[in-house]
Every structure is written in structure tokens, then in C-alpha cells.
């Protein structure tokens, strides 16, 4: 199973990116899917995650209101609309997929975000 994640770089405050990951090589559909973030000094947290049955989306109050996590179970993709970026989102984004059944977790490299202010 590979989680490959693009559209990280660099945006000022205000702006917005788009994250995308895309899975290859699943044998099973996943239950649920998120985005991790790190920032330098910090702890991994979950900014956004989605499951599969309904798309229930949750987000880390932090973010409400400016980022949209979305899934396409055809293309097998995870993206992550950032808009209204500020300095405190900078980070290494993470895309996470989870199988309850097997209690499988799978993560992607990671992907750059910087926010300049």
C-alpha cells in the first residue's frame, strides 16, 4: 500500500493550497482517511479526517472554517482544501488510511507546508 502525497510548498498568510494523496497497491478499501500535520517541536495531530460509510468529516478547531477535507473513492484519492492559511499551519502534512478490521494504519511520506506572514 502506497499513500503519496503533492501539493505542499510555500503560500503567504491568507492564501490557499491544495493537498492531494493518492493511494495505490490497497487490497481493501479503507475505513477511514485523514490529514496529520507536524510542526517543527511539536506533536503529529489529526487536522481532518473522513470515513468511508456517510463522509463524516471531523476537523481540530483550528482549522473549521477554512479547510475542506474531501475524498474520490473512484480515483482513490484524499485531498485537502487550505485556504486562509496562517503562519501556525506551517507544518509536514500527512495523509493516514486506516482499516478497523485489521487495525492496519498506512501513512504517506509527507508533504511541505510553509506559510510565510
Known amino acids: 500500500v502506497q499513500l503519496v502525497e503533492s501539493g505542499g510548498g510555500l503560500a503567504q498568510a491568507g492564501g490557499s493550497l491544495n493537498l492531494s494523496c493518492a493511494v495505490s497497491?490497497?487490497?481493501?478499501?479503507?475505513?477511514?482517511m485523514a490529514w496529520y500535520r507536524q510542526a517543527p517541536g511539536k506533536q503529529r495531530e489529526m487536522v481532518a479526517g473522513i470515513t468511508t460509510l456517510g463522509g463524516t468529516t471531523t476537523y481540530i478547531d483550528s482549522v473549521k472554517g477554512r479547510f475542506t477535507i474531501s475524498r474520490d473513492n473512484a480515483k482513490n484519492t484524499l485531498s485537502l482544501q487550505m485556504n486562509s492559511l496562517k503562519s501556525e499551519d506551517t507544518a509536514v502534512y500527512y495523509c493516514?488510511?486506516?482499516?478497523?478490521?485489521?487495525?492496519?494504519?498506512?501513512w504517506g511520506q509527507g508533504t511541505q507546508v510553509t506559510v510565510s506572514s
Open positions: 497497491g490497497s487490497p481493501f478499501s479503507f475505513d477511514a
Open positions: 493516514h488510511a486506516q482499516v478497523w478490521q485489521y487495525a492496519a494504519n498506512y
